[in-house]
Nanobody
Framework: QVQLVESGGSSVQAGGSLSISCVASEYTSRTACMAWFRQAPGNEREGVAAINRYGGATWYADSVKGRFTISLGYAKRTMYLQMNSLKPEDTAMYYC???????????????WGKGTQVTVSS
């Protein structure tokens, strides 16, 4: 069972930057893709960014393109999300996910972390 642990969530002011990370307990063929999702109160969980561990191809939601950057760390078991020019609407619980297909769809990911809270104040 792959375990994912997020960290780095915090409260920041609008226009600021924050980096969050996710560590996977293992690297298997079932975790070819790692991704970030977010969920604000009353909203559905939505895809933010995803990265393929093999080729490095990335996907971003339109709402974060040009502001957020997803990357992999050492041994490709650590994933980062660098968030710049943060907006109040970026406030949400951010979840790390792993699966065998890169997309922004919740159903394509079988492994999930417990989340880390990001709050952006105006």
């Amino acid at each position: 069972q792959v375990q994912l642990v997020e960290s780095g969530g915090s409260s920041v002011q609008a226009g600021g930057s924050l980096s969050i990370s996710c560590v996977a307990s293992e690297y298997t063929s079932r975790t070819a893709c790692m991704a970030w999702f977010r969920q604000a109160p009353g909203n559905e969980r939505e895809g933010v960014a995803a990265i393929n561990r093999y080729g490095g191809a990335t996907w971003y939601a339109d709402s974060v393109k040009g502001r957020f950057t997803i990357s992999l760390g050492y041994a490709k078991r650590t994933m980062y999300l660098q968030m710049n020019s943060l907006k109040p609407e970026d406030t949400a619980m951010y979840y790390c996910a792993a699966g065998d297909y890169c997309s922004g769809n919740v159903g394509d990911f079988g492994y999930w972390g417990k989340g880390t809270q990001v709050t952006v104040s105006s």
